[in-house]
Every structure is written in structure tokens, then in C-alpha cells.
């Protein structure tokens, strides 16, 4: 099976402040605007081949075909605000991750949020429980704790099983996959930007391609529709900084955040 899956983060008012989802010139480069937003989902809903879908637990493992999964990270309060009521103008479905410890503070969904988003009928799933920095580099118990912490909070607060994961950050290892299934996750979605479906360990993998607010127009549709320009283009990149991550490790991420400090100034 084909799997298309769009990664969005936080959607903002289109003056208004960044009052949603972690602070910063980095997370801010995936936030929306609420004009951006519904003109991507209007992009994608003129094409006829493209509907969102909801994954069934066991999708990985059901028939051929293709499919458009909407999928949203970290637990931002513009999740039940902006985000849920411009998917509901259509009926379409969603998933959001949601980083546990963060539940209830500023910038993120109250309690009652998550529970509006299950009622609704997106599929809630965990984006660890305290966003570590680099998930891969955790010592293995930490990496397991992260799951099996953030998906206890989530059962107790829905009521209901949660078995379907994103990596925070993107930093996906075998390590990672390997503590998720152990702690009862069977849907696992990184930021690999392919669409093959994997499985590991008993849990299905996901790729998924980053939507940011430079994202264009025509790479959505190309996305959305699973032409193949745009994935082509974000796998090459991904490809690249995924070696200049390992290459740097530590060094990377103190580059990267200079970066931002600069282009701050
Ligand atoms: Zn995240």
C-alpha cells in the first residue's frame, strides 16, 4: 500500500499572534496562517483522486490502493480551535499527535481539547510525552518511557485505546520504532519523506512529507496528488541533512539554532 501523509503542525490567525504550539523562529517556519490553511485544503479538495482519509488501525496492513492521510504534530491549541472546524466544513479526518506533558499549558490543547478532537472522529495519537530533542539519541528505557508515559495519559484521558504514534523531531531509528512497539504502539508516522509503508517489529511505519508556510501552491497539489515532483525534491533534501545530521550530531543543532538566532536579528 501507498501512503501519502502530509505533516502539518500549528494553524495561526491570520494577524494574530503565535499563541499556538512550541515558541520560536524554528516552529514558527510550520506554522500556517488560517488564509494558507484553507487554501490548502481547498487545493486538495479540487482534486479528485486525493480524499483524506482516516487510518484504520490496521490500514498498513489492508488491500492496495493509495491514500491522503492529514496528520498534525505537537498538541497546539489551534488543533480544536482552527484546525477541526475547517476539516469539519468538509468531513474530512485527521490525526493529531499530541506532546502529553504540554497538555494543558500555554500554547497548547486543554484536556478538554483532546477529548473534542477524539469526539470528533480524528484519530489522537501520541508525539511522545516531553519532546525530547533528539528522540534517537535517548538511552533506550527513556525512549520507551516517552511512549509508554505519553500513551497512559492519553488512554486515561480519551477512555480509549491509543496505539498510533509520530516521532517528535523527526529522529527516527530502528531504536525508536523498537521501544514504540514495545510500548504497545502499532502505527508509527515519521518524517521520512517516502510512501511505501514499512513494517518493523510488529508495527507499521509511515513516511510523511513536512507542509511549512513556504510550502507552494503547486508542491501541495503535487504532494496531495501523489505526482511525484515534490516528494522527489523533499526526499533529495531530507536525504542530505540526514547526513549532514550525522555527520555534525551535536554541532548540527547548535548550527541550526544559530541560524535561527541570526535570521532573528
Ligand atoms: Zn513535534
Known amino acids: 500500500m ?3 501523509a502530509l505533516i502539518y503542525h500549528d494553524v495561526l490567525a491570520d494577524h494574530g ?5 512550541f515558541a520560536g523562529a524554528d516552529a514558527r517556519t510550520y506554522k500556517l496562517t488560517e488564509t494558507q490553511f484553507h487554501r490548502h485544503l481547498d487545493l486538495i479538495s ?3 483522486s486525493a480524499v483524506p482519509l482516516r487510518l484504520a488501525e490496521r490500514a498498513g496492513e489492508e488491500s492496495s490502493g493509495a491514500a491522503l492521510l492529514l496528520t498534525f504534530d505537537d498538541g497546539g491549541a489551534s488543533a480544536p480551535t482552527r484546525i477541526m472546524p475547517a476539516l469539519r466544513q468538509r468531513s474530512w479526518p485527521a490525526h493529531f499527535f499530541v506532546t502529553t506533558d504540554r497538555i494543558g499549558t500555554p500554547g497548547f490543547m486543554t484536556p478538554q481539547g483532546v477529548r473534542e478532537l477524539h469526539g470528533a472522529g480524528h484519530v489522537v495519537g501520541t508525539h511522545s510525552a516531553s519532546h525530547p530533542a533528539r528522540m534517537s539519541s535517548l538511552p533506550y ?3 520507551c518511557r516517552e511512549w509508554s508515559d505519553s500513551r497512559a495519559r492519553l488512554e486515561d484521558l ?5 496505539t ?3 516521532v517528535p523531531g523527526g529522529y527516527y531509528s530502528h531504536a525508536v520504532a523498537r ?8 502505527v508509527l508516522f515519521t518524517s521520512e519523506p517516502q510512501r511505501s509503508v514499512r513494517y518493523i517489529d510488529g508495527l507499521t511505519v509511515i513516511g510523511r512529507f513536512s507542509v511549512t508556510r513556504r510550502t507552494s501552491d503547486a508542491d501541495i497539489v503535487s504532494l496531495a496528488s501523489g505526482s511525484g515532483a515534490a516528494a ?3 526526499r533529495l533534501a531530507w536525504d542530505t541533512k540526514k547526513l549532514a545530521k550525522r555527520i555534525g550530531g551535536e554541532a548540527w543543532l547548535t548550527a541550526r539554532r544559530r541560524f535561527f538566532e541570526l535570521r532573528r536579528r
Open 2 to 4: 501507498k501512503v501519502t
Open 17 to 21: 499572534a503565535d499563541d499556538s504550539g
Open 46 to 48: 479540487a482534486l479528485p
Open 141 to 143: 528505557e527513556l525512549m
Open 158 to 162: 480519551l477512555g480509549t485505546a491509543v
Open 164 to 166: 498510533v504514534a509520530s
Open 179 to 186: 521501544a514504540a512497539a514495545q510500548a504497545g504502539i502499532r
Open 232 to 234: 522527489v525534491r523533499q
